[in-house]
T-cell receptor, first 114, second 107 residues
Framework: GAGVSQSPRYKVAKRGQDVALRCDPI?????LFWYQQALGQGPEFLTY????????KSGLPSDRFFAERPEGSVSTLKIQRTQQEDSAVYLC????????????FGNGTRLTVT | KNEVEQSPQNLTAQEGEFITINCSYS?????LHWLQQHPGGGIVSLFM???GKKKHGRLIATINIQEKHSSLHITASHPRDSAVYIC?????????FGAGTRLTVKP
């Protein structure tokens, strides 16, 4: 595709439910990032993949958050036992390589936990 | 402490005015990005800078590595420039973002 694609665009979950958010990066992009953006705030780093390897997961807020990119392309961010504080926009971005390349962002998934 | 500070937080301008948004950071970086986010929309990368100055249309971005400071300028602002502008600094494996500057340009 032409850009980074995220799905679903919107997700409403009841507290305690598990959710899975999908990111389709631009074909051939090595680096993939997940970010969490709370209302009125700038994005905050969650995790980084280089191909299929998760090189940095220091931003994941708890062990309820899990991300994978098994074949080095599509990535899934899973949140188990969702809590209200998980409500945010989850953004995915990809770039050709680790540093020095522009980032391309998806439109995000807006998660609302009720 | 936020490693990336932007100012102002909110900015309202009249169409045609010259706009400046500032970004200061406190960490060593490999690059600095200026991003634009429209309401309900995704984020678009405007510039990536590691030194000097870049210009694209009515947008100009500058960076001073020694002072750890960058500015984004918009000349002849237009209502369609209304958006949140975010400064982000690239470290090694991650990025740190400013809280954004909400710009409203009135006709």
């Amino acid at each position: 595709g032409a850009g980074v694609s995220q799905s679903p665009r919107y997700k409403v979950a009841k507290r305690g439910q598990d959710v899975a958010l999908r990111c389709d990066p631009i074909s051939g992009h090595v680096s993939l990032f997940w970010y969490q953006q709370a209302l009125g705030q700038g994005p905050e780093f969650l995790t980084y993949f280089q191909n299929e390897a998760q090189l940095d997961k220091s931003g994941l807020p708890s062990d309820r958050f899990f991300a994978e990119r098994p074949e080095g392309s599509v990535s899934t961010l899973k949140i188990q036992r969702t809590q209200q504080e998980d409500s945010a926009v989850y953004l995915c971005a990809s770039s050709l390589d680790r540093v020095g390349s522009p980032l391309h962002f998806g439109n995000g998934t807006r998660l609302t936990v009720t | 402490k936020n490693e990336v500070e932007q100012s102002p937080q909110n900015l309202t301008a009249q169409e045609g005015e010259f706009i400046t948004i500032n970004c200061s950071y406190s960490v060593g970086i490999s690059a600095l990005h200026w991003l634009q986010q429209h309401p309900g929309g995704g984020i678009v990368s405007l510039f990536m800078l590691s030194s000097g100055k870049k210009k694209h249309g009515r947008l100009i971005a500058t960076i001073n590595i020694q002072e750890k400071h960058s500015s984004l300028h918009i000349t002849a602002s237009h209502p369609r420039d209304s958006a949140v502008y975010i400064c982000a600094v690239r470290l090694n494996s991650d990025m740190r973002f400013g809280a954004g500057t909400r710009l409203t340009v009135k006709p």
